[in-house]
């Protein structure tokens, strides 16, 4: 999709800048009404979390230390998986997002946290609190967008490297820790800049990062293998270390790519967000950049009910189990107002996702443009363009944008 | 044995120790193998002190006596010692100070007594909704109000629920069993005790039970029937005070006057605030960033974070807007508003836990004097 004031059906066009403030009160008192109203309940909650969380854990490598007979290795590994996925999702992101800070427990604040995760709770609070939640889908700053390695919108230049695209995203999928980890440290960006040039900030945030995924590494990968030697379980225990971690990183990449690369979703260009952008305005861009997943409640906790990512992105602060219940309000607001409301079942919204992955991997047009009988004439095309050089490259876009306003002219 | 002798005999084991220790760590990161433990046994030695409430005893309508089994490393206290507690409170974590009524029990227990406050959020709780079972958080005894080897003519002031600790200290010297008071101790104790009226009074009954077996003589005030004391009348009320040491508990006012009345006469005086300040609640305020030992006047619409930054104090920050918690410091002492909602968050020196209250610089305004560390 392209940059949305470029698009001549902008969802917004209808709205007058006194809607949007007003939209942003009604949204403002939602967020009071929780504010209000959280207590011991929720406290009760997170602690139920993560007391469940740890037990099935201890359980589960419990289980894995006889994981040579197959049956526990099962057991342990989806134990583990599953004792991961909520150490990470509804437990690490949100006590980092400062949800349960207003509990005043230091056992469970975000300025205390460490996840189970290569990437440091220092580093992730920076890259995805930060810049992620308040820069949310603007090309160029939202580095969520693509990671830096992806082409995620039609406004960015193809490039033949981004044929490559979907690859990229499947390793990133399976070792989505480490991509985090690298992304935090804006690696791509700092790789870049001569050794000797490069920040101090960046060289201490480097090190402490490798210090954490060898700490990482040596519990999953030597500590707990070893104390599994004794039953001679020590190499199906490294497996199902690596295979839990393979799940919680291809589940945890799905979920976030389901938060906001689906189509339906709008992404901003820089230039369009004004310098002083009201608490409206950027609530309405949290709105359209954003999507959820429908499903079961084990489904939304297994998000860490970042299903409810358009709820999470107006309060990022609020406790993540009270989404679900704003959710209806909140989905009001988006009919009074006439604004999309992007959602769809998991298996949906991943392949939503993929396609967007693969469509973008290819230049604009190409893939709606292609059907059985051009497919031979477009293959050569899409060959000259990826080996052709750059003015080849323009001189296709220039021409498809042509066709496009003769169309528009027709039409007309 | 010379110490180079004892070394290699006491090493291996403590080196075993800290290995076995780090394999544990290494098998529990990011967490600490506490964690773990903490799920099971909270009040096991070496977890963090907590202790389990076992019996909550009404003692007048409004004020109750807690029981509570402390953590296997509560290293003990003297009567009229305080504990700083710290309990979850519709969710949040509050920490006061109390006093500790009883000398210390057969039974290993220790208890406080409260009375609810009006608006009192963690006494209200404490007092009427508190279930049996919860576990709190809990910090060593602490205060220097206790007899020691305190000479054997006594006088305690007391007013109000500045009783707990002079309760504390009495009991212990003379414990009310079922055949009634034991009157084992030799000390020669006048009580004055200054209440609003009598009903309010906690411990009374206590205190009546011990003038009745001549345990102390009690000499009890009460602003309704007899108006609010005048430390002048003291000498009047204890003829022989001038033999006394007086020992004085209670609000901040009569413990002045009574500081300036004993040093006028020459006399000894040992004394203990109760509740050592309280935090005044404002519109904007001065500003103390301790680490930084720069002071802002802030007005009460700026947030923390901008008075902070203008006066060139190296500021954590992140969104600006409360999102992202980036700028989350501890407030040690004072009040500040979230400017958002207008809610007050408030620390005690003393009584908020060492670690201040954390706040967002970005979203908050001072709400009166503060103290934050930066």
């Not at chain 1, 580093?123 to 603007?138: D, M, R, V």
């Not at chain 1, 003015?391 to 003769?406: G, I, L, S």
């Not at chain 2, 009226?197 to 411990?203: A, L, T």
């Amino acid at each position: 999709m392209t940059v949305m004031s470029k698009r001549a059906d902008n969802p917004t066009t209808h709205l007058t800048p006194e809607d949007i403030e007003q939209l942003g009160v009604e949204l403002d008192a939602i967020r009071a009404s929780v504010i209000e109203s959280r207590g011991a309940s929720d406290a009760a909650y997170i602690r139920k979390v993560v007391d469940v969380q740890r037990k099935l854990e201890l359980a589960s490598r419990a289980v894995l230390l006889a994981s040579i007979f197959p049956p526990a290795w099962f057991v342990g590994t989806a134990g583990l998986s599953v004792a991961k996925i909520l150490e990470n999702m509804e437990i690490g992101h949100n006590v980092m997002h400062g949800q349960w800070d207003w509990m005043r427990d230091p056992k469970i604040h975000s300025t205390t946290w460490e996840w189970d995760n290569a990437s440091t709770a220092e580093g992730w609070k920076h890259s995805h609190n930060e810049l992620h939640h308040t820069y949310t889908n603007i090309i160029g700053k939202d580095n969520d967008l693509g990671y830096g390695i992806m082409r995620v919108d039609e406004d960015q230049r193809w490039h033949p490297m981004y044929l490559a695209q979907p690859l990229w995203n499947f390793i990133n999928a399976c070792f989505f820790e480490y991509g985090i980890a690298a992304y935090d440290l804006e690696l791509g960006k700092n790789l870049r800049i001569p050794k000797e040039k490069r920040s101090e900030k960046f060289k201490a945030n480097t090190k402490k990062t490798i210090a954490k995924i060898r700490r990482q590494a040596t519990k999953d990968y030597v500590v707990h293998p070893l104390l599994a030697l004794p039953t001679g379980s020590a190499l199906p225990t490294l497996a199902a270390n690596f295979t839990a971690n393979l799940i919680r990183n291809v589940w945890s990449h799905s979920v976030i790519m389901c938060g906001h690369f689906p189509e339906g979703v709008e992404t901003f260009e820089r230039a369009a967000i004004p310098a002083d952008e009201t608490r409206g305005q950027w609530y309405l861009r949290q709105m359209l950049g954003s999507a959820n997943i429908s499903g079961s409640k084990a489904m939304h906790i297994a998000t860490g009910n970042l299903s409810f990512q358009i709820e999470h992105h107006l309060f990022p602060d609020l406790p993540s189990n009270r989404y679900q219940e704003i959710a209806p309000q909140v989905q009001a607001l988006f009919e009074k107002y006439d604004l999309p409301y992007v959602t769809g079942s998991l298996p949906q919204q991943v392949a939503s996702a993929w396609h967007k992955v693969v469509r973008l991997s290819l230049p604009n047009g190409w893939v709606e443009d292609t059907n059985a009988t051009n497919a031979p004439k477009q293959f050569s095309l899409l060959w000259k363009l990826a080996t052709g050089g750059p003015k080849v490259r323009r001189a296709y876009d220039a021409r498809r944008r042509q066709m496009q306003r003769r169309e528009a002219a027709l039409a007309a | 044995m010379s110490l180079t002798e004892t070394r290699p005999a006491a090493a291996p084991p403590l080196r075993m120790r800290h290995r076995i220790t780090r394999v544990v760590e290494a098998a529990t990161t990011p967490l600490l193998p506490a964690d773990y433990l903490d799920l099971f046994a909270p009040l096991r030695s070496g977890a963090d002190l907590r202790a389990r409430i076992v019996a909550v005893h009404p003692e007048t309508a409004d004020a109750a006596t807690i029981l509570l089994k402390p953590g296997a490393d509560w290293a003990g206290h003297v009567p009229g010692q305080y504990v700083r507690i710290g309990i979850d409170v519709d969710g949040v974590r509050q920490w006061r100070a109390y006093s500790l009524t009883h000398g210390p029990r057969g039974d290993g227990l220790i208890s406080i007594t409260v009375k609810a406050v009006p608006d009192g959020v963690v006494s209200n709780h404490l007092v009427h909704h508190c279930p049996v079972g919860t576990l709190v958080h809990l910090e060593q005894a602490a205060g220097e109000f206790v007899l020691g080897a305190a000479p054997a003519k006594l006088l305690f002031v007391t007013a109000g629920s500045g009783i707990t600790p002079v309760i504390g200290m009495l009991r212990n010297l003379f414990p009310v069993t079922d055949e009634g008071v034991l009157l084992r101790s030799t000390y020669d104790i006048t009580v004055v005790h200054v209440a609003p009226s009598k009903p309010d009074s906690i411990f009374i009954d206590h205190l009546e039970q011990l003038d009745a077996a001549g345990a102390i003589h009690l000499i009890d005030r009460y602003d309704d029937v007899h108006g609010v004391l005048d430390v002048e009348e003291l000498p009047a009320l204890v003829p022989d005070l001038a033999e006394r040491t007086t020992y004085a508990c209670g609000p901040g006012g009569l413990l002045d006057a009574l500081a300036a009345h004993h040093e006028a006469h020459g006399l000894t005086l040992f004394t203990e605030q109760f509740r050592p300040s309280f935090v005044s609640v404002g519109e904007g305020g001065t500003v103390l960033f301790s680490d930084s030992d720069v002071t802002v006047e802030a007005d009460g619409a700026t947030p923390l974070l901008e008075a902070g930054e203008a006066a060139g104090v190296l500021m954590p920050s992140g969104c600006r807007m409360g999102v992202c918690f980036g700028c989350v410091v501890p407030l040690r002492e004072g009040a500040v508003r979230d400017l958002r909602s207008g809610d007050i968050t408030t620390a005690i020196a003393g009584e908020t836990g060492d670690e201040g209250v954390p706040i967002q610089t970005c979203i908050s305004a001072a709400a009166g004097p503060c103290r934050i560390d930066l």
